[in-house]
C-alpha cells in the first residue's frame, strides 16, 4: 500500500502546523535567546524592544505561574534562563508581538549583556572537570581484562564523530489557543504529545488535564522533535494563559538551527584484541558523549550507545564505559538511532584500524565475527531468529562481492588520479524503547453507524508512514476497505499518557493496540452477525466488508452487521492498551532482555574519490535488509533509502561547527549541507531478506525507522579505503564525517600547504609539490 | 501597485513590491501549498513557477518565492501549486504517488512545481534533465531515489510532446489545467503595472539582498528594480566583444547560444553555481556588486578579463575592467550612486583555452571552499597569455597578477606548474572558517590549479600532475 497522505502531498493539501487557518487576533511569539555559551546575565534590557512597534508583550522567567522546569529525564533544564545562561541560542525572553516581523524588529532592540565565563565544547575536557550529567555507565560480559594475553593482535585508538543537525525541512512550530476556564488547546509539531501536555502543565502549575495538545502531522522529526519540540509548545501556552488569546510562532531556519540540540557528538577511545583466525577476543570502549548544557534525553542515548556497541558482532569479551558530559552546546537530543550509530562507529573503526594494520581486508574481520542464534549479547539478551548472517551472505551472494572487488581493483590499477573504495557495513538494532515502562501504547476506535470508522491512538506521522500502517491494520483486522477509515490527528484528550513516537517502535506498539481494539470490535460485530443469521458466532468471521460463516460468504455485509449492532445499543467503540510483553532489564546489574527483537540487515557500499580535487561521488549502495513480513514494501523502502542517506549524510558532508566559544558557525542550510539530489549514490538496490518476521513486530512486519541509517557508517570506511588506495601511508584517523576537506588532507598528507601562523596569513611552508 | 496573475487569478495589490512573493501568497493570499523551509533560496520548499511573455510565448522559469520580491512579479503568471491543481492528479503528481517520492510531504509541493515547470519548459526531456530541474530541492526524507524515479517516469511520458503546440499538448494530457492556454492573451492585456525604479535599494534577483537583509527590506517601501529592465539582459556580441546587461541571469548564460558556441563546458561550469531556482533570479551584477570573495560568476569573468561599464545617476558612464573593482572586503571602487548597467569582454580565439573549477562540501548547490578560473592562450607550446583568478583566498575576488605575469611567455610544461603555483601562494591569504582551514585552502587552490591544466591539456599533462 502507498503512503495514504501522498495524495494529500502532492497537491499540497495536506496540513501542517503553519498551515492550521489562523484565529482572528492571533498573535506571534519569538525567543530572545543568549548570544554567549556560558555566563551571567549582567543586563536583560527589554524597555527599548517592548516599545517597538507592534509589540503586545515580553515574557521572562518572573512570568512563570508554576516551575521554570522543562527537564523530562532530570529536572535540570529552565523553560526560560534566570541568571546563568548555559549555551548559545538558549531561551532568556518570549516577544509577543501583532506580526513575526514586529518580533524580529523588536528583537534587534533588546539589550543583553553577558559577563562571559569560558565554555566547555568538547566533552573529554567537560569529563576531566567532573562536568557529567548521570554517573557513567559500565556494560560488560566475559573478561576483557584478561582477554588480552590471549590476543595475537592488540591495538588501540581513538574514534570521533559529530554530531548531526535534524533539518526536518518543517522547522519547530506551535499554535495555541485559550479554551474555556482558563484551559488551553495546543496545536504543535511534535512527536511526543504527552511531553508538552505535561510540561505545559507543570510550568503554568496545571493539572494536565487543563491542557490538550493535538498534532495533525509533522513535516519530519528525525528525533529532533522528541523532547526539542516542547520548549516552544510551552513558551507559547505561557504568553497564551497570560493573554488569554490566540498564538503562534513558527520558527525561522536560523533560529531553529542556533537554539536547537541535535544529534549527540562522540569521542572515544577503544582497544581491541584478535586471534589469528581474526575473531575478535575483546573489546573495550570508552565513550564521551557530548550532551551539551541540559540532560533533555541524553541518558537514554547514553544507554543505546552501550547496547549497540558491539554492532552486529559476537564478542566474548566486552567493557564499554561511556560518559555523559555536560558541556555549552545546546542539549543534544534524540536522532534516527539514538546513541546506536555513534556506538556502533567505535567498533568499526576499531576493526578498520585492525584491519589496515594487519593488513586484511575489514570485511573478512567483519565476517568472522557476525552474530549467530545463541550468542549472548553483552547486555545479558540471547540472540534469537538472529539474521546477522543470513543477510551477510545474501548480500555477498546476490550482489556478488567479489567481482564488485575484482572491480574496484582494476579501476584502481587503472588510474592514478581517481581510486575506487568498498565498504560492507552489517547492521543490528534492538527494538523497543530501552527504558522498559515506555513500551506501551492505546489505541481508540469508532465505528461509525454509517459503518466508517475514526481511529486514534499514539502515533505521531511525520513521513515514517505509522499512519498508512495503522489504516492497514485496522482494515485487515475488521475485513473492511481501507477507504472506510480515517486515521485522526494525535491527540491528548483521545489517547493519554503516551510514550513519543520514537525507537522505531510507533506502528509496533500503537498497531498492536490497534489489533486488539479491532479484534474486540470484530468480535461483538459477529456476535450480532451470528444472532440475525442464527447461527453460532464461532463461525462467523468478516472479510471484503461481508460476513463470512464457515469460511462461506453469507448474505450480510458490513454496514448491516454495523446498522444493526446500533440499533440494539450494542457499543461500537472500543479502546486497547498494548504492552510489550517479555521484555526487561536490571540497570543494577546492566542485563536483562531489554529489546522485542531485532533487526538486521548488510549494505555493500562503493566510491570514487577524485585524487586530484579530493572530492567523491558514490557509485552505488546493495542492501539485503531484514524486514520480517512487510506490511509496506513501498514504506518500507523508503525508510530504508532515505535512512541511509541520512546516515551517509552524518557520515559524509554534514559537518556541524562550533566554534571554541560555543557559537554555531553552521548556523543555516547554506553553511550545513545536507544530501542534496546529486550527492546520494548512483544507484541504490534494497533486497529484503525473506524471514518469517517476528511475532512481537505489527503483523510480523519488523520495525524499519532507525536501523537502515547505521548503513551509513559504511560511507566512511569506503571513502577510507579509496584513500589508502591513493596513499597507502595516509594517518588512519576515525573522525566523522569525512569531508571534502578532510578527504584532500588525507590524500595528500605530508605534501599538504601548512599555514604556520594563521594571522600572518601568508606565510606557508609547504613539503613539497 | 503590482499587478499580475497568480494561477487563475488577477491580483493587483498595494502592498510593498519589496515584500516577499512568499509571504503574499502565503499569508496575503492564504495559498498555504507553497511551504517555508528556510526563507533563504537554499531548500526550494517555497519554490514557483513564473511566467513571462515574450512576443506571444510566456516562458517560465521557476524560482524561490522566499527570496523572490513581490515586484519582480509584475506584469506575469504566478504559478503555485493551486493552480496546477485539477481534479485528477497530473501526471507529475502522479508519478510522484507512484514512485513512493513523498513521505513527510514538506518538501513535496517544491519538487512537483520544479518538475511541472520543466514538463513546460523541456525541449528535448531527459530522465537527466528533469532531475537537473530539482537540482534546488531538498527533500530529508526520502533519500532522493525515489523522486529521480518519477523524474525518469515524467520525461519518459514528454518524449511525445509536441513542440508545436506545447501548452495545448500539456493541457490535453492532463499536465495543466485548461486556464493555462489563455493566459498569454490575458498577460497582454495587463499592461497597466508599474516597476518601481527610483528607490535608495537596488534589486536584481534579490538572492543576496535577502538572504542577508531579509527584515530590513520588508521595512524598505523605495526599491530600484531592475530584474526586468529592458535591455538588461540580453546578450549579443559587438565586433571582437560579448557584451551582457547587468541582469542576465546565470540561467540566461547556460541557454545563449552565442555563450555555448564559446564556452564548450559552460553548462557543466555554470551547473556547480547555486541551483536551477537560483540560477534563473540571480543576476551576473549581483554576483559582482555583492563582492563575495567567493562569487562564482566574479571568479569566471574576472578570467575573461571582463570590462564592467558603470553608470552614475546621472547617466554618466565610465569603464573599468572587472578585477578592479574590489578594494576591500565587500568594499568597492565605485561612487556613490553609481550602478552596473553592462558587463563585456573579448571574444577568445581558437588558441584560447578556458576553465572553471570549483570545490565545496556539497558539489551542488553550496558556496565554494575555493573557486578559480583560468584562460589561456598558447601556441607552439608557449603560454602567449593567462589571466587567472580565485576566489575564497582573500577578502575579495581575487586576479592572481603576479602568477599571470610569470607564466606568459612561459612554456606549457609540467615544470612550470610548481613553480607558478608558488607564486600564488604568495598572493592569497585565505582565512580559517566554516568553509575549510587556511590550510585546506591553500592545498585546495593548488589542485584545482593544477587542475585547470589537467583539464585543459590532457595531452600534455595527463599523468603529470605532480601529486
Ligand atoms: C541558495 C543560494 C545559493 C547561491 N549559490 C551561489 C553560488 O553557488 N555561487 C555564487 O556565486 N553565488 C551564489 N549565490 C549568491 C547569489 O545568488 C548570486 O550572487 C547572484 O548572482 C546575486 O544576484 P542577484 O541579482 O540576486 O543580487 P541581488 O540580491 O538582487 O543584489 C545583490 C547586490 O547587488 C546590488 N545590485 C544588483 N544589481 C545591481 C546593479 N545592476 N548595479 C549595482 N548594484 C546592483 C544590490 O543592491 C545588492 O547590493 C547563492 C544564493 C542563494 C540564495
Ligand atoms: S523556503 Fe527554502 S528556498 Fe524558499
Ligand atoms: S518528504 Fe520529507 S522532506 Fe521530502
Known sequence: MKNIDSKGHVTGKSLYLDDIPVRQGTLYALPVDSPAAHGRIRVLDLTKAEQSEGIVRIFTHRDIPGENQIGGIIPDEPLLAEDEVHFQGQPVALIVGESEHACRRAREKVRIEIDEKPPITDPREAREKGELIVPPRTFQNGDSESAWDSCEYVFEGRADSNGQEHLYIETQGVYAWPAENGNIKIATSTQGPTAVQRTAAQVLGFGMHNVEVDVIRLGGGFGGKEDQATPWAVMVALAVHHLQKPVKMAMHRMDDMRMTGKRHPYSSDYKIGLDKNLKIVAYEATLHQNAGAAADLSPAVLERSLFHANNSYFIPNMKVTAYSCRTNLPPNTAFRGFGGPQGMFVIESAIAYAAYEIGVPKHRIQEQNLLKDGDEFHYGQIADQCQAVPAWTEAVESFRLNDLQEEVECFNRKYKLRKKGLAMQPVCFGISFTKTQMNNARALVHIYHDGTVGVSTGAVEMGQGVNTKLLQVAAYTLGIAPSRIRIDTTNTSRVANTSPTAASAGADLNGKALEKACIKLKQRLCEVAADQLGTDPKGITIENERIQVNGTPAELIWEQVVHEAFMNRVSLSEKAHYATPVIHFDKEKEKGHPFAYHVYGTAILMVTVDCLRGTYEFDSVKIVHDCGNSLSPMVDNGQIEGGLVQGMGWMTMEELDYDEQGRLRSNALSTYKIPDIYSVPKSVEVKHLETDGHELAIRKSKAVGEPPLMYGLGAYFAILDAVRAFNPNTTLRFDAPFTHEKVLMALYEGKEVEVKEEAAGSILNESSG | ?467
Open chain 2, 1 to 467: 501597485m503590482v499587478e499580475f496573475i497568480l494561477n487563475d487569478q488577477t491580483v493587483r495589490t498595494r502592498k510593498p513590491a519589496s515584500m516577499t512573493l512568499l509571504d503574499f501568497i502565503r499569508y496575503e493570499q492564504h495559498l498555504s501549498g507553497t511551504k517555508i523551509g528556510c526563507r533563504e533560496g537554499d531548500c526550494g520548499a517555497c519554490t514557483v513557477l513564473i511566467g513571462k511573455l515574450n512576443d506571444e510565448r510566456i516562458h517560465y522559469e521557476s524560482m524561490t518565492s522566499c527570496i523572490t520580491p513581490l515586484g519582480n512579479a509584475a506584469g506575469k503568471h504566478v504559478v503555485t501549486i493551486e493552480g496546477l491543481n485539477m481534479v485528477e492528479l497530473t501526471p507529475v503528481q502522479q508519478a510522484m504517488v507512484d514512485s513512493g517520492g513523498t513521505q513527510c510531504g514538506f518538501c513535496t509541493v517544491g519538487f512537483v512545481v520544479s518538475l511541472s515547470g520543466y514538463c513546460l519548459t523541456a525541449e528535448h526531456p531527459t530522465k537527466e534533465g528533469a532531475i537537473s530541474a530539482i537540482d534546488g530541492n531538498i527533500c530529508r526524507c526520502t533519500g532522493y531515489k525515489s523522486i529521480e524515479n518519477a523524474a525518469g517516469d515524467i520525461a519518459g511520458q514528454l518524449s511525445k510532446k509536441s513542440q508545436k503546440e506545447q501548452t495545448g499538448w500539456l493541457i490535453k494530457k492532463g499536465f495543466l489545467p485548461e486556464y493555462f492556454s489563455g493566459i498569454p492573451k490575458r498577460l497582454q492585456k495587463l499592461r497597466s503595472y508599474e516597476i518601481p525604479e527610483n528607490g535608495q535599494v537596488m534589486i536584481g534577483g534579490g538572492t543576496d539582498l535577502y538572504v542577508q537583509k531579509h527584515d530590513e527590506l520588508l521595512d524598505t517601501e523605495e526599491v530600484s528594480l531592475v530584474f526586468d529592465k529592458p535591455d538588461w539582459n540580453s546578450i549579443h556580441r559587438e565586433g571582437s566583444e560579448i557584451v551582457l546587461g547587468a541582469a542576465t541571469t546565470a540561467t540566461d548564460l547556460m541557454e545563449s547560444e552565442i555563450m555555448q558556441q564559446i564556452f564548450p563546458d559552460l553548462h557543466r561550469h555554470l551547473k556547480l553555481v547555486s541551483s536551477t531556482q537560483i540560477r534563473n533570479m540571480g543576476t551576473v551584477a549581483g554576483n559582482f556588486v555583492n563582492a563575495s570573495p567567493i562569487g562564482d560568476l566574479t571568479a569566471f569573468f574576472i578570467a575573461l578579463n571582463s570590462t564592467i561599464v558603470l553608470t552614475s545617476p546621472g547617466g554618466h558612464q565610465r569603464q573599468m575592467l572587472l578585477k578592479d573593482l574590489y578594494k576591500d572586503y565587500k568594499e568597492l571602487n565605485t561612487k556613490p550612486g553609481e550602478h552596473l548597467t553592462q558587463i563585456r569582454f573579448p571574444v577568445p580565439d581558437d588558441q584560447t583555452r578556458f576553465n572553471f573549477e570549483k570545490v565545496s562540501k556539497r558539489t551542488y548547490l553550496d558556496i565554494a571552499s575555493v573557486n578559480t578560473a583560468i584562460q589561456i592562450r598558447s601556441a607552439k607550446g608557449k603560454i602567449d597569455d593567462v589571466h587567472l583568478s580565485a576566489g575564497g583566498v582573500g577578502p575579495t575576488p581575487k586576479y592572481l597578477s603576479r602568477t599571470c605575469d610569470f607564466m606568459r611567455d612561459q612554456a606549457l610544461t609540467p615544470e612550470l606548474l610548481p613553480q607558478a603555483h608558488e607564486i600564488i601562494q604568495s598572493e592569497i591569504s585565505p582565512i580559517s572558517d566554516v568553509r575549510g582551514s587556511a590550510s585546506y585552502k591553500r592545498t585546495l587552490l593548488r589542485q584545482l590549479f593544477y587542475a585547470h591544466f589537467a583539464e585543459l591539456y590532457p595531452e600534455i599533462f595527463e599523468d603529470e600532475i605532480p601529486a
